[in-house]
């Protein structure tokens, strides 16, 4: 099973700061790498696929990167509104849709 | 908009069991493989199960293979989950989802508001 890690697992930031979340995973999966968005009592928003892709209607201050084992999600100008839990998920392994354990992001 | 409209959660003792149902609307529902995605409380997401358009691939998590079953009705365009033995820790809110692919890469662009289990005597 791949396995994913995420860091960190919280952190706290202030409105119009850069923040970025990583994810590893235990073995390469080219670009099979999506980044959801979890705000409380919501149900989870597809913000990036295949990486690198803003999923539509996504802000651009959202941007992914990496491919292999490495991965990013960068929110170029933390809004009041991206205070969320923030999940990587790999679809490399069918059928195992591994997710990492989240990041949370929270306000300063 | 596409929307996912999940029902069937409730309380159940350890070794009952439930059917989830989820009714999906404005899109071609043949198209998709659909999935659950499951949230024990204050826990992140594990995948549950997928089935694929005409039902020719059904997938499990190891943690629920043998004991839950997955199914869909693309005539009603409903996916189900069975869900039987039901133990404490199969405690969450249950996620129905829609798989799409881009780039051959698939993601859960679609998701319901979930319906809860609780498994507890």
């Known amino acids: 099973d791949i396995r994913m890690t995420q860091s960190p697992s919280s952190l706290s930031a202030s409105v119009g700061d850069r923040v970025t979340i990583t994810c590893r995973t235990s073995q390469s999966i080219s670009i099979y790498l999506n980044w959801y968005q979890q705000k409380p009592g919501e149900a989870p928003k597809l913000l990036i696929h295949a990486a690198s892709r803003l999923q539509s209607g996504v802000p651009s201050r959202f941007s992914g990167s990496g491919s292999g084992t490495d991965f990013a999600l960068t929110i170029s100008s933390l809004q009041a509104d991206d205070f969320a839990t923030y999940y990587c998920?790999?679809?490399?392994?069918?059928?195992?849709?591994?997710f990492g354990q989240g990041t949370k992001v929270e306000i300063k | 908009e596409e929307q996912l409209v999940e029902s069937g959660g409730g309380l159940v003792e350890p070794g009952g069991s439930l059917r989830l149902s989820c009714s999906a609307s404005?899109?071609?529902?043949?198209?998709?493989?659909m999935s659950w995605v499951r949230q024990a409380p204050g826990r992140g997401l594990e995948w549950v199960s997928s089935i694929s358009s005409f039902s020719d691939y059904i997938y499990y998590a190891d943690s629920v293979k043998g004991r839950f079953t997955i199914s869909r009705d693309n005539a009603k365009n409903s996916v189900f989950l069975q869900m039987n033995s039901l133990r404490a820790d199969d405690t969450a809110l249950y996620y129905c989802?829609?798989?799409?692919?881009?780039?051959?890469?698939?993601?859960?662009?679609?998701w319901g508001q979930g319906t809860p289990v609780t498994v507890s005597s």
């Open positions: 998920q790999q679809s490399y392994s069918t059928p195992q849709r591994t």
């Open positions: 404005e899109f071609t529902f043949t198209s998709y493989t």
């Open positions: 989802t829609r798989e799409a692919i881009a780039v051959t890469v698939y993601s859960f662009d679609y």
